[in-house]
């Protein structure tokens, strides 16, 4: 039943339900704003209050303030910089305005703006952190002696600790904080960003779960959760925790939406990397470091260190996904030296600057057989793998099997794999080095194995792989399979090469017949003395496991085409001894 949209005369100066209502109702606060983290809201009063002619310095302070909340510095920084050009400011605004600057990453401006703010608790946090940014070692011991047993400052030196990644550390001073301060409930979203940096994923989600009970709608939190499932499980499943992080409209998440177009490239694999992560190079620290993987993916060390060259800061976004460390001793293009140009004037500050700067150099010294890049490399590897904050960590372990490979101490290697393989069995990148690995100690039938489980047709068409796979098939005495592999080959500098392994590794190992072979097509390759030898010695082998038994006797036909194909002298008296036994013995030839 449609009711009428015209209301009926009521009785003057009768006084309604609604009518009542509406005189109880109160405009809300300043104050109800702030209380539920509700900033839009409170700017939209402040700016009503303002362009209705009752604002003042506070009013203005407070607009600045909750756009500094919202994560809108640069519209905080222009209140602030307004403020500072009147006569008498407060003085809270210089100290503010460096706050500003700070996180805008103008971090000159931020220090002459602090140079003129008078000395408070804040201001000393604010150098303190600036030294940092400076790596001005001597200045921030001087402002860190200046820290007191507050909160603020103890929170203060624990960001720093996590930003050098002592996250051990960081997340001492955290617990220590709340075990006295249970209503500090920020402080697991800490605590489990710092376990995620240690890699303890599963730890991080069940610290991050105390915080996720009270607010299950903030932005940092939920983004970590599914950083998680990442690591534990994959990035649908990551994906999947995302969404409901997507879904959300409130404009106090908006500057969430970076970070989770960001981390979905992550997540699926760096599909869509090239038009998301540019961008976002100076929006979120982890976007240049992806982008360089996804380049080094591609096999485009030019691209990957041009970014490597012009990186100048590597803080972490809040549970942003990190870089992972890759592999290093795969197939990459010939651009090595043009890559190892682009970076080999940075100072590398962080882990995975380290590791980056270790890879082309290590890459360097391998296509080019340039020992002192290698040692460099191992140095590198090294100083990240014994690190303190690093030597417990997945990428730390890697390192310190890089540097032991680039060494050739496979044994320990295989002790730093052997730790972390767990975590890597579908990888395939890991696959491979840890193949080699056991392939170098002579555990040729394990490293099959693993050889055998990589998928990657780009590592399958590897000499590198085919080479060591090859020579496990013949250790493990299955060389029909090794020249499997060369046949599959086309012809090549690399085919004549894996001919040469497969002659070689056969005749050593006692497996004659396909040692004649390759050292039949070697010799009609390239007429030379050594692989008529090594043929005729493989084709006598073959005959005496022939009379032996240990061979089909159908075999010696194949032998005696392949003994006909040179025009050696001593080949008609092998011969001729050959075909006496055979008539002597019935065989066909």
Not at 142 to 162: G, P, R, V
Not at 176 to 194: E, S
Not at 423 to 435: G, K, L, S
Not at 454 to 478: E, G, V
Request: proline share 3%; aromatic share 12%.
């Amino acid at each position: 039943m449609m009711l009428s949209r015209t209301k009926p005369a009521t009785q003057a100066g009768a006084s309604t339900p609604a009518k009542e209502q509406k005189k109880k109702k109160k405009l809300p606060k300043l104050e109800d704003f702030l209380l539920t983290r509700d900033y839009t809201g409170a700017i939209t009063l402040l700016e009503f209050n303002r362009n209705s002619g009752k604002g003042n310095e506070e009013t203005d302070m407070w607009v600045a303030y909750c756009a500094f909340h919202l994560g809108d510095y640069k519209r905080a920084m222009e209140e602030y910089e307004r403020m500072s050009k009147r006569d008498n400011c407060h003085p809270d605004v210089w100290v503010n305005l460096g706050c500003c600057y700070f996180l805008l990453g103008m971090y000159q401006e931020a220090d002459g703006a602090c140079s003129k703010a008078p000395r408070s608790r804040l201001q000393n946090r604010l150098l303190f952190h600036l030294s940092h940014k400076f790596n001005d070692e001597k200045r921030l011991m001087s402002y860190h002696q200046n820290l007191q047993d507050l909160i603020e400052d103890q929170l203060s030196l624990a960001s720093i600790h996590y930003l050098r990644s002592h996250y051990q550390e960081a997340i001492d001073i955290y617990k220590r904080i709340l075990l006295d301060n249970r209503d500090y409930l920020a402080l697991n979203v800490y605590v489990a960003l710092c376990y995620y940096k240690l890699d303890y994923y599963d730890v991080s989600q069940e610290v991050l779960a105390v915080y996720l009970q009270q607010f299950s709608d903030s932005a940092i939190a939920l983004n970590l959760k599914a950083c998680n499932h990442f690591r534990l499980y994959n990035g649908k499943a990551a994906e999947a925790e995302l969404k409901s992080l997507q879904d959300m409209a409130s404009p106090s998440f908006i500057f969430a939406r970076d970070l989770i177009k960001h981390n979905l490239v992550v997540f699926r694999g760096g599909e869509g990397a090239l038009q998301v992560l540019p961008p976002l190079i100076d929006v979120i620290p982890e976007a240049r470091l992806n982008l360089v993987i996804y380049f080094l993916k591609q096999d485009n060390l030019t691209e990957a260190y041009t970014l490597i060259k012009t990186m100048k800061d590597n803080t972490t976004a809040a549970g942003a996904t990190k870089a992972e460390f890759k592999h290093l001793f795969g197939p990459h293009d010939n651009d090595v030296t043009e890559a190892y140009n682009l970076i080999k004037d940075l100072e590398p500050t962080t882990p995975q600057e380290y590791i980056l700067k270790g890879v082309v150099n290590a890459a360097l010294g391998q296509e080019q057989g340039l020992r002192e890049h290698l040692k460099v490399a191992q140095q590198y590897f090294q100083l990240v793998g014994g690190s303190a904050s690093e030597c417990d960590t997945i990428p730390g372990r890697q390192c310190m099997a890089a540097c032991f490979f680039l060494l050739k101490q496979f044994e320990d290697v295989l002790i730093y794999l052997n730790s972390i393989k767990s975590y890597f069995y579908n990888d395939d990148t890991f696959n491979f080095n840890y193949a080699q690995a056991k392939a170098a100690v002579g555990n040729f039938k394990e490293a099959e194995e693993v050889f055998l489980l990589i998928q990657s047709d780009k590592i399958k068409n590897d000499y590198t792989y085919l080479s060591w796979l090859a020579r496990c098939y013949i250790m493990n005495r299955k060389a029909r399979l090794s020249w499997e592999l060369y046949l599959k080959m086309e012809t090549s500098g690399e085919s004549f090469s894996l001919l040469q392994l497969i002659a070689n590794d056969c005749y050593k190992m006692g497996q004659f017949y396909y040692a004649a072979k390759a050292f039949d097509v070697l010799e009609r390759l390239d007429p030379n003395p050594e692989y008529w030898e090594g043929k005729r010695g493989a084709c006598v082998g073959v005959f005496q496991m022939i009379i032996a038994g240990h061979e089909p006797r159908e075999t010696l036909r194949d032998v005696v085409q392949m003994l006909r194909n040179t025009g050696n002298p001593q080949v008609e008296y092998i011969l001729r001894i050959m075909k006496k036994w055979a008539k002597d013995n019935r065989v066909p030839l």
